[in-house]
């Protein structure tokens, strides 16, 4: 079976790889993506014509690496001298060349990953450039999916990639003893994206979900490389509840909360997945931190994805999940998510005591909780005050639609 | 790649002065396990480290209008004196990384050297 558009899948199923593999042979992130860029313009060209090659990539990868020395020729001409990647020396005395994809080449995509993830890079470039380099998501896409416009997204990855070469950032895998700590930065990147995805601030859209299938696609494939690593398997579980939720999450337009959604619209074979997922053996061994919080809230999510209705949903288990993940992570949001299931499990005077000293000035979203539950404890007066507040501080066309629903039921 | 690494602040670690003759002699220590950790790495070389001296005995140097000035003290900007520095070639960032573990837990600025004579 011939898929509708051959090129289009190589390029997102091989553009990391394909790079990853550049960037080990030639050590130049400057010169790599636009000879990619120009091989599969090329292929744009000439596949329709010729027809699609047997090996594709293989194809593209010539292509490129033709493109690449070409440059090269050009500027040893020139005499021009340009700062080269920084490549572990075992990795450049082989001095191998890789004409296939093969085993070598999962290393090198690990190593690519772990560069655009480093813990030196601010985390939204990070994020942006992981999505590029390992994806190889279009600038215009990312610069729409992180709502900057395109000029500032290209001028963020252009940043990015010079600091790396300029930083000394390595195209390496660091060893065992700090690996798993890069893992969770690669992890926290590639959750950045996702949530940006499934919260957006502002504009009209609710989600984006492609931006958080983009993420998961992420995680996959570094989790191909590293099957059983903690903090990826709980990520990947975590990701995939929340993910199964998104088309019953908005309905015309209009936000959809938890306990109103039509659960025949939740995707039942990524629920069942991150079932599996979160069961994992190597979930019940020492893990990291950031690997525990993943693990509690997804084992949170998963409370909701199985509770047969909202009505049926386990609460008091829920607060107990948020005890845990408050000792793991005592952040101000992990605190919010706690009161709103206090509130469920004992009433919305235990919710709004459990509120109290909670604060996140960058969100609307205590305000909106407050309102709700004072809305819910019969305390009207306050209960629009606090809508008030939340409608003011919301950047998000159709929460704030929501939000001004909610305060014109009260009366 | 060649690597100044700037001995910034204090951090968590005792100011020299308030520290015990045996917290000093720790922290000699630390000093030495990273030169020796250096030492021992491939493609890693320490081509100096000093220590400073105090604040007070630093000097600012400033161009303004064509003309140097120099004030007293260390460059405004830096709240805490610098301590101490490293000149270093390193592979990498995590390389030095990695070494710069050895020494007591000290803000420090890296900042890679520009290489003219390329």
């Known amino acids: 079976m011939t898929p509708v558009d051959p090129l289009g899948e190589v390029v997102r199923e091989e553009w990391g790889r394909l790079t990853a593999l550049l960037l080990a042979r030639y050590r130049r992130l400057d010169l790599v993506e636009d000879a990619l860029g120009d091989a599969i313009e090329a292929a744009a060209r000439t596949w329709p014509v010729d027809g699609v ?19 090269l020729r ?76 395109e000029s500032t997204m290209a001028a963020r990855l252009t940043r990015a990639k010079k600091r790396i070469v300029g930083a000394g950032i390595p195209f390496g895998v660091p060893d065992a003893s700090v690996l798993p700590d890069r893992l969770d930065t690669v992890a926290q ?26 993420a998961i696609r992420l995680v996959r494939s570094v989790l191909a490389m ?69 693990t509690i809230q997804a084992r949170i999510a998963a409370e909701h994805a199985l509770a047969p209705s909202a009505a049926e949903t386990r609460w008091e288990h829920v607060v107990r999940l948020h005890d845990l993940l408050l000792e793991v992570a005592p952040t ?80 | 790649m060649k690597y100044l690494v700037l001995l910034i602040g204090d951090g968590e670690v005792k100011p020299w002065s308030d520290q015990t003759s045996d917290e000093q002699a720790e922290a000699m ?7 020796e950790a250096c030492a021992a790495r491939d493609g890693v070389e320490l081509l100096a480290g000093e220590a400073l001296a105090e604040a007070s005995d630093a000097t600012t140097l400033r161009t303004r209008g064509g003309q140097l000035q120099l004030t007293e003290g260390p460059y405004a900007e830096i709240v805490e004196s610098m301590g101490g520095f490293y000149l270093i070639a390193a592979p990498d960032l995590d390389v030095l990384v990695d070494l710069l573990g050895h020494l007591p837990a000290y803000d420090m600025q890296i900042s890679p050297v520009v290489d003219v004579s390329a």
């Open chain 1, 332 to 411: 101000p949001s992990s605190r919010l998510a706690r009161a709103v299931a206090v509130a469920e499990a004992r009433g919305p005077a235990a919710g709004l005591a459990a509120l109290e000293g909670v604060e996140i000035p960058t969100t609307h979203r205590i305000a909106a909780v407050r309102a709700e539950l004072l809305a819910r404890a019969g305390e009207h007066d306050a209960a629009r005050a606090a809508y008030d507040q939340a409608i003011a501080a919301c950047r998000n066309e159709v929460e704030i639609a929501h939000l001004r629903e909610r305060r014109q039921s009260l009366g």
């Open chain 1, 53 to 71: 090659p047997d090996r594709p990539a293989a194809w593209l990868h010539t292509a490129a690496s033709r493109r690449i020395i070409d440059r």
């Open chain 1, 189 to 214: 990147t590639a959750y950045l994206a996702f949530t940006a995805g499934y919260s957006p601030g502002t504009g009209a859209d609710l989600l984006r979900a492609s931006l958080s299938g983009e």
């Open chain 1, 226 to 294: 590293r099957a059983d690593e903690p903090v990826l398997v709980s990520l990947l579980a975590l990701m995939l509840f929340q993910h199964s939720r998104r088309d019953a999450r908005v309905r015309d337009g209009r936000l959809v909360l938890l306990p109103d959604q039509d659960r025949q619209r939740w995707h039942d074979d990524e629920i069942t997945q991150a079932r599996a997922l979160i069961d994992a053996p190597v979930l019940r061994g020492p893990v990291t931190r950031q690997a525990a919080a993943y």
């Open chain 2, 29 to 35: 220590g630390l000093f030495q396990a990273f030169d």
């Open chain 1, 74 to 149: 050009t500027e040893a001409i020139a005499q021009r001298v340009e700062p080269l990647l920084v490549i572990e020396a075992a990795r450049r005395e082989g001095g191998r060349v890789m004409a296939d994809p093969g085993a070598l080449v999962e290393d090198d995509l690990l190593r690519l990953v772990l560069m655009c993830s480093h813990p030196a890079l601010a985390p939204e470039a990070a994020s942006a450039l992981s999505l590029r380099l390992v994806l190889g998501v279009p600038t215009p896409d990312i610069a729409r999916l992180f709502l900057v416009s």
